[in-house]
């Protein structure tokens, strides 16, 4: 079915940003709690929301970790990038009149340092950060509030994730999943509607 309304996860969705999580990861957590793990053992957080990953490998101490990372995330800013085609894709389905939201575990200072410096941030009409409600992916409320500020028909929208709490947070909300496929680490668990290999295959459904 077409769908009018289109709200994308960023991490791993829009942004190739592994590199720059892993490494801001990395050093946090040796900052923090004096342990060095490798790139390979820190792969699974790529899956998580980052509040989730900090409180599995820094326990109560996962705030002062997240306060360091932040540091660590800006040096590694210039290797996040849009995965290929993204930019062209985005462009095209704002062309096309179809509507596009973002709800994202950024919060607003994140998103400031980073998203909107991309061409295509002024595509999107209504974006949901981690701090603009209290609850937080796989919980359905953020996106729920998202469809509420478009005044969309939820049956007609779809959300864009890589990771298994994004498929949940679409479920629970009762809209379409579809899976970025690009960014994706482990797809075997993920529930999804729609399966896109690329991200111009997005523009087969609107």
């Not at 529930?191 to 295959?201: A, F, I, R």
Request: aromatic letters at 12%.
């Amino acid at each position: 079915m077409p769908y009018s309304t289109i709200i994308f996860d960023i991490d791993g969705t829009l942004t190739d940003s592994a590199p720059a999580i892993l490494y801001s990861l990395r050093n946090a957590l040796l900052a923090t709690i004096g342990k060095d793990y490798s790139y390979e053992e820190l792969h699974s957080a790529l899956a998580a929301p980052s509040y989730i990953t900090l409180q599995k490998f820094a326990g109560d101490r996962w705030k002062e970790a997240a306060h360091i990372g932040q540091t660590y995330y800006m040096e590694a800013l210039n290797k996040v990038s849009l995965f290929p085609n993204m930019e062209k894709t985005i462009f095209n389905l704002h062309k096309k009149g179809t509507r596009l939201g973002i709800v994202t575990s950024k919060t607003r200072i994140q998103l400031g340092r980073s998203f909107v410096n991309y061409s295509i941030y002024p595509c999107f009409e209504h974006i949901i950060c981690e701090d603009d409600t209290p609850f937080h992916k796989p919980d359905p409320r953020p996106l729920l509030e998202c469809i509420n500020r478009f005044h969309t028909n939820p049956t007609s929208t779809l959300f864009i994730g890589d990771t298994f709490s994004d498929s949940e947070c679409a479920h629970h909300a009762g809209i379409d999943f579809g899976l970025a496929s690009w960014g994706c680490q482990d797809s075997a668990s993920i529930k999804t509607d729609v399966v896109l290999n690329s991200p111009e295959d997005l523009l087969k459904y609107v």
